[in-house]
């Protein structure tokens, strides 16, 4: 299966999990073609400034890899900066936020696999 650019399903969601701005997510594959064993494999955007708000995922990981930007990430309490290159993992019971602390655009991709 091959899909093009620009045929992506893309969803705007505004102060997303308590965040700042509205959120750019491009679904790369539905949950169907994960076969069910996940619920987001996407790439998301973020403006300078705009943020997704700290969230608990529970029964499910979730991995972040940026892809271009320089953001914030408060993984379980600790913050630290990331950049382009960077992955960030959060397990089932832990709870995380990221924001776009740069001058330019935040891109990265996010999969949510169940556990």
């Not at 997510?25 to 996407?42: C, N, Q, V």
């Not at 990430?73 to 600790?78: A, I, K, P």
Request: net charge negative.
């Amino acid at each position: 299966m091959i899909k093009r650019n620009g045929s992506y399903t893309v969803q705007y969601n505004e102060k997303m999990r308590g965040g700042e701005g509205v959120i750019k997510i491009e679904h790369l594959h539905t949950p169907d073609e994960l076969y069910e064993k996940g619920r987001l494999y996407a790439k998301v955007s973020l403006e300078p400034g705009f943020s997704i708000g700290r969230h608990v995922h529970e029964g499910e990981m979730e991995s972040f890899y940026i892809l271009t930007g320089e953001g914030e990430v408060d993984d379980n309490g600790e913050v630290s900066k990331v950049y382009a290159g960077d992955s960030i993992l959060t397990r089932s019971g832990e709870e995380h936020s990221i924001s776009n602390i740069g001058s330019g655009m935040l891109e990265m991709i996010a999969l949510i696999l169940y556990k």
